[in-house]
């Protein structure tokens, strides 16, 4: 019994853990962040990037493949780590034909100012969403939940945070999609860091463990 309680009070806990980051992360999106941002961009240069918004986000549901997906199920870490190398570059293989894609529509239909910049950055955006969802499965696997909730709140901070700056600054939508990238690379950093330290820290004591057997 105490050892099934103590396996429920850790569950809560971390399911507390990443509720608490997903609510913080909810409220700068969409409480704190939206009125002072309609006060900066006007309704047109919100409209001008939702048809960019809403391709991208497609990208980005598919921006590995899913091949993050297998992380969480393989059993053994060895294979996890494999399937994470594979998803990023899954990554850069989904990224690359989209920046084919984006030269070829720039080629035929032409563009304006900010269709350039777009095209520019859809592929940037969907090959580091793509390695962020591939660094987050496994933070996941590996259960850094309160790293993964701070990473989600610094991601929604520095999106508004740069929006709203770039915005100041007079560069209109293109502000809101620069904003957006600068927040997409940090949360792609952040959550490698997070990857990286904590699976160098497995394998040093997975070698400490092997040199004492």
Request: charge should be positive; proline fraction near 2%; hydrophobic fraction near 50%.
């Amino acid at each position: 019994m105490k050892f099934s309680l103590s396996k429920v009070s850790k569950f809560t806990k971390n399911i507390t853990t990443i509720m608490t980051g997903s609510v913080l992360a909810q409220a700068l999106s969409f409480l704190l962040a939206p009125p002072i941002l309609t006060r900066i961009y006007s309704p047109s240069e919100f409209g001008s990037i939702a048809a960019f918004t809403a391709v991208q986000t497609i990208l980005a549901v598919c921006s590995n493949l899913y091949y993050s997906q297998a992380v969480m199920i393989e059993k053994e870490e060895k294979s996890a780590k494999s399937v994470v190398v594979i998803s990023i570059y899954a990554s850069l293989l989904v990224s690359s034909l989209t920046g084919v894609a984006c030269i070829v529509y720039a080629s035929i239909v032409g563009r304006s100012e900010l269709t350039s910049l777009f095209l520019w950055l859809l592929p940037l955006e969907t090959l580091l969403t793509g390695v962020a969802v591939s660094a987050r499965v496994w933070n996941n696997r590996v259960q850094k939940y309160k790293q993964i909730s701070t990473v989600s709140v610094i991601y929604s901070f520095s999106q508004s945070f740069f929006s709203i700056v770039l915005g100041l600054l007079g560069m209109g939508a293109k502000g809101l999609l620069i904003g957006k990238l600068i927040a997409i690379l940090i949360n792609a950093l952040l959550l490698c860091i997070v990857m990286i330290k904590f699976t160098s820290y497995k394998q040093h004591v997975s070698t400490r463990h092997d040199e004492k057997n």
